[in-house]
């Protein structure tokens, strides 16, 4: 299994662009997270999904949109981008959250500058 | 409201010598705990988690952490720091009300970075 993984590990934008950061698990889980980490902070949640076609907001989703077409994908579109998304991003992915089934699995991280 | 305070940003250690990081946690109800570790640009790496089974939990790497209720804490310790320890570290909380929602809701502590002197 490749767990999770993320694309770009790095990326430059200028102010006003926009893109999309992949995330893809092959670990068949239906929950998918996105977070940001700044620096000197712990993870803050951007989105999150529970399956296929679900998505629903975290703590920080301004300026961001998800969406969830398979099971597999879950990516994160920065449409206009601006200098407070220069962060660091994680995508995750767990099982539905019971005891014993919460752990989620963290991809490389996307770098990302905005300039 | 559930929240996770790790009570020293840096901590600094020789090699072979003890490491002890601190955490503090807040729940409402039976959390489940966690420590990540984040080598340099790398992604998160599950150490350990505990999920109300036995108090005293083992992680890879020779890491172990205690859960101890009446003080809400969950400590992450090592007898003997090696030089591949050195990295960011981070405390984390899960809670049973969420893990009851649609919401597997994780609660992340600012981090502690570990130095390991030679």
């Known amino acids: 299994n490749a767990g999770v993984t993320q694309t770009p590990k790095f990326r430059i934008l200028k102010i006003g662009q926009s893109m999309t950061l992949q995330c893809t698990q092959d670990m068949n889980h239906n929950y998918m997270y996105w977070y940001r980490q700044d620096p000197g902070m712990g993870l803050k949640l951007i989105y999150y999904?529970?399956?296929?076609?679900?998505?629903d907001k975290g703590e920080v989703p301004n300026g961001y949109n998800v969406s969830r077409s398979t099971t597999e994908d879950f990516p994160l579109r920065l449409e206009l981008a601006a200098p407070s998304q220069t962060s660091v991003y994680f995508c995750?992915?767990?099982?539905?959250?019971?005891?014993?089934?919460?752990?989620?699995?963290f991809g490389p991280g996307t770098r990302l500058t905005v300039l | 409201a559930q929240s996770v305070t790790q009570l020293d940003s840096h901590v600094s250690v020789s090699e072979g010598t003890p490491v002890l990081l601190r955490c503090n946690y807040s729940s409402s109800y039976s959390p489940s705990l966690f420590w990540y570790v984040q080598h340099p640009n790398k992604g998160l790496q599950l150490l350990l988690k505990?999920?109300?089974?036995?108090?005293l939990v083992k992680g890879i790497n020779g890491f172990e952490a205690e859960f101890k209720k009446s003080e809400t804490s969950f400590h992450l310790t090592k007898p003997s720091a090696h030089m591949s320890d050195a990295a960011e570290y981070f405390c984390?909380?899960?809670?049973?009300?969420?893990?009851?929602?649609?919401?597997?809701?994780?609660?992340f502590g600012r981090g502690t970075q570990l130095t390991v002197w030679p």
């Open positions: 999904s529970v399956g296929a076609g679900i998505t």
């Open positions: 505990y999920t109300s089974a036995a108090t």
């Open positions: 995750a992915s767990s099982y539905p959250p019971r005891v014993g089934q919460d752990t989620q699995y």
């Open positions: 984390v909380v899960s809670d049973e009300a969420d893990r009851g929602s649609t919401l597997g809701r994780l609660y």
